[in-house]
């Protein structure tokens, strides 16, 4: 059964459909659930309509698609971008609901979306239209119906624009209908690193199992956003060597080591990358250059039938959603480099939320300090169980097939006892 030639998609949801379909055929899945699972349960697209400050009005299109329920309430990001589409949005929505499954997470998966680019706007106006996007979807979310949460160029600031414009429409007052909120407001701090905390975690506990640790491995990152720079960060605190970085400007190779801390700085005086002390690189050298743990932290499809081959690192561990496309993953298996998949590399972000949003409904009683090891815990514990489950029953297979199987059958069994499939 294929179900990429009967749908519209982008590239992105095209490459998830794929790995679903590969997967699905490995589970012997019958059609009718294969097709249930590559359509989400509902797509939203809203209108929002906002008066400028020129005086003209501007007309932005938004999406939230809530791909599964079995498990529990749709989780998942909202993105602001220039480039964001439905089928976009479908696509994340599902590899929501692959994560949070994978992490044993009561939740389904969601993802939210507004075609802008936010830094066209200014601040006022940016609050108007997070405001707008809330009052057009207010009914399909809560607590316990869809939790969303920051993602691309959405921060606490507009989460808490969001649950101040969801209190007034909908009469309730419930603080964990959104996550990765300010601290102020029921947030965690641990909420704004827990992405790249989550993704060195699993790097490190990987890397015991295939390199015989972390310790001197040299690693390379591409994109040094937030989860890109902390995952710098907790890789250089556990003693591996991050030799190179990017941005969407170019990177840097430095044997030596590279210090985050510098390159933050950089950044921050908005100096590029490739000004610190090395040898400048493009992003596409970065990504076939020599070392032992390479990190696509950036934007999804960067590698491909075009350059897996090229790929020089033993393990690639997913820092962005989707930077390998499915072309990719069979040209590194039959190279030997281990793909740690981002359904569970970049789960941090979610278990982060996770663990704020539990603490808003029992009432703010965990600390930071006690955030930060339930995370840490939770990966570790994601990792071996895949691990363990990979040797059992995959072992033929790659990592992601593993995870994904885990994850779909998961959803699958779920969805049968309730009766849904």
Same mark, same amino acid.
Request: proline residues 3%.
């Given at each position: 059964?294929?179900?990429?030639?009967? $749908?519209?998609?982008?590239?992105?949801?095209?490459?998830?459909?794929?790995?679903? %379909?590969?997967?699905?055929?490995? *589970?012997?899945?019958?059609?009718?659930? $294969?097709?249930?699972? #590559? =359509?989400?349960?509902?797509?939203?697209?809203?209108?929002?309509?906002?008066?400028?400050?020129?005086?003209?009005?501007?007309?932005?299109?938004?999406?939230?698609?809530?791909?599964? /329920? @079995?498990?529990?309430?749709?989780?998942?990001?909202?993105?602001?971008?220039?480039?964001?589409?439905?089928?976009?949005?479908? @696509?994340?929505?599902?590899?929501?609901?692959?994560?949070?499954?994978?992490?044993?997470?009561?939740?389904?998966?969601?993802?939210?979306? $507004?075609?802008?680019? !936010?830094?066209?706007?200014?601040?006022?106006?940016?609050?108007?239209?997070?405001?707008?996007?809330?009052? @057009?979807?207010?009914?399909?979310?809560?607590?316990?119906?869809?939790? !969303?949460?920051?993602?691309?160029?959405?921060?606490?600031?507009?989460?808490?624009?969001?649950?101040?414009?969801?209190?007034?429409?909908?009469?309730?007052?419930?603080?964990?209908?959104?996550?990765?909120?300010?601290?102020?407001?029921?947030?965690?701090?641990?909420?704004?690193?827990?992405?790249?905390?989550?993704?060195?975690?699993?790097?490190?506990?990987?890397?015991?199992?295939?390199?015989?640790?972390?310790?001197?491995?040299?690693?390379?990152?591409?994109?040094?956003?937030?989860?890109?720079?902390?995952?710098?960060?907790?890789?250089?605190?556990?003693?591996?060597?991050?030799?190179?970085? #990017?941005?969407?400007?170019?990177?840097?190779?430095? %044997?030596?080591?590279?210090?985050?801390?510098?390159?933050?700085?950089?950044?921050?005086?908005? %100096?590029?990358?490739?000004?610190?002390?090395?040898?400048?690189?493009?992003?596409? =050298?970065? *990504?076939?250059?020599?070392?032992?743990?390479?990190?696509?932290?950036?934007?999804? &499809?960067?590698?491909?039938?075009?350059?897996?081959?090229?790929?020089?690192?033993?393990?690639?561990?997913?820092?962005?959603?989707?930077?390998?496309?499915?072309?990719?993953?069979?040209?590194?298996?039959?190279?030997?480099?281990?793909?740690?998949?981002?359904?569970?590399?970049?789960?941090?972000?979610?278990?982060? /939320?996770?663990?704020?949003? @539990? &603490?808003?409904?029992?009432?703010?009683?965990?600390?930071?300090?006690?955030?930060?090891?339930?995370? $840490?815990?939770?990966?570790?514990?994601?990792?071996?169980?895949?691990?363990?489950?990979?040797?059992?029953?995959? /072992?033929?297979?790659?990592?992601?097939? #593993?995870?994904?199987?885990? +994850?779909?059958?998961?959803?699958?069994? +779920?969805?049968?006892?309730?009766?849904?499939?």
């Amino acid at each position: 059964m294929s179900l990429i030639s009967d $749908i519209v998609t982008s590239d992105l949801y095209t490459q998830q459909l794929k790995k679903l %379909e590969r997967v699905s055929q490995i *589970l012997s899945l019958e059609n009718d659930v $294969i097709e249930s699972l #590559s =359509q989400p349960e509902r797509v939203i697209q809203v209108k929002v309509n906002l008066k400028g400050n020129d005086g003209r009005v501007k007309t932005f299109i938004g999406w939230r698609s809530q791909h599964n /329920s @079995a498990l529990g309430p749709y989780k998942g990001g909202v993105r602001f971008s220039p480039n964001v589409t439905q089928t976009e949005v479908m @696509a994340l929505s599902m590899m929501m609901t692959w994560k949070n499954s994978l992490l044993g997470l009561p939740y389904g998966g969601g993802k939210g979306g $507004i075609r802008v680019d !936010p830094k066209s706007l200014h601040r006022d106006e940016l609050e108007r239209l997070s405001r707008g996007y809330v009052k @057009a979807i207010y009914n399909y979310i809560g607590s316990d119906i869809d939790i !969303p949460a920051p993602d691309l160029n959405t921060d606490p600031q507009i989460m808490a624009w969001f649950l101040d414009e969801y209190i007034k429409v909908s009469g309730k007052v419930d603080f964990a209908t959104f996550t990765g909120k300010p601290v102020e407001i029921g947030g965690l701090s641990v909420r704004e690193y827990s992405t790249g905390l989550g993704l060195a975690t699993i790097t490190k506990v990987a890397t015991e199992k295939i390199l015989d640790g972390i310790e001197g491995k040299r690693i390379i990152i591409q994109g040094f956003g937030n989860v890109g720079y902390y995952a710098a960060k907790f890789l250089t605190e556990m003693g591996g060597k991050v030799i190179g970085v #990017s941005d969407s400007k170019g990177g840097i190779i430095t %044997e030596n080591g590279i210090d985050p801390e510098k390159v933050l700085e950089l950044k921050k005086n908005g %100096e590029p990358i490739s000004s610190y002390e090395g040898k400048k690189v493009t992003n596409e =050298q970065l *990504l076939t250059w020599d070392c032992d743990i390479l990190i696509p932290a950036a934007v999804e &499809n960067v590698i491909n039938k075009t350059n897996a081959s090229q790929v020089k690192a033993k393990i690639i561990v997913e820092g962005a959603n989707g930077p390998l496309t499915a072309d990719a993953d069979d040209i590194l298996r039959r190279n030997n480099v281990t793909v740690i998949p981002d359904i569970l590399a970049n789960s941090g972000g979610v278990v982060g /939320s996770y663990v704020e949003w @539990a &603490n808003n409904k029992m009432g703010d009683i965990v600390e930071d300090e006690e955030a930060k090891k339930l995370i $840490i815990t939770r990966m570790e514990k994601a990792f071996n169980n895949m691990y363990q489950e990979h040797e059992k029953k995959f /072992s033929e297979y790659d990592f992601r097939t #593993s995870a994904m199987a885990i +994850a779909i059958e998961r959803v699958v069994r +779920a969805s049968k006892l309730r009766g849904l499939m």
